[in-house]
């Protein structure tokens, strides 16, 4: 018997004086609403949550008949949201949202106007995204004073 107890003990110091290794990631989310031109709620529409850092979508959702959006457990950092048509193209962007955690990052995303939706709304949400990124890098370059350019 006080051998299992000290087993027991013993067991316990070990795993008091370790790191929880099954702590929840800290995470944060973005909320939001997805509008017409015209101002109507956007319903139905896919929603994609790229990042701004690696260009790659990270999470998908679906706006709801009111147009709003949920998307959580987010790693904290930068994102567009675009939102989707039926038929896969890209319709609107939000401005860049910064996740933080335990935060929510709100947005609106207002539909391109009806002549751009198309095969050029793709062209002109890429150039808008592409530019964002651009606007991020030169921040950190007058921030840090670090050149952006590998080759320098």
């Not at 147009?67 to 048509?85: C, H, K, N, T």
């Not at 860049?96 to 949400?125: D, N, W």
């Amino acid at each position: 018997m006080r051998r299992f107890i000290a087993v027991v003990l013993a067991s316990l110091l070990v795993f008091a004086s370790t790191p929880l290794l099954l702590a929840a990631k800290a995470t944060g989310t973005i909320s939001g609403v997805a509008k017409a031109t015209a101002g109507q709620p956007l319903a139905g529409h896919s929603v994609r949550v790229r990042s701004v850092r690696t260009g790659d979508v990270v999470a998908m959702a679906r706006t709801t008949a009111t147009g709003s959006f949920i998307v959580s457990s987010l790693d904290p950092g930068s994102y567009v949201v675009e939102i989707v048509d039926t038929a896969g193209r890209i319709i609107g962007t939000s401005a860049i949202a910064t996740v933080v955690e335990g935060s929510t990052a709100s947005v609106v995303v207002t539909a391109a106007s009806s002549e751009l939706v198309g095969g050029m709304a793709g062209i002109a949400i890429a150039i808008i995204v592409a530019a964002s990124a651009a606007a991020v890098v030169g921040i950190v370059v007058a921030t840090t004073g670090d050149e952006a350019s590998p080759s320098k």
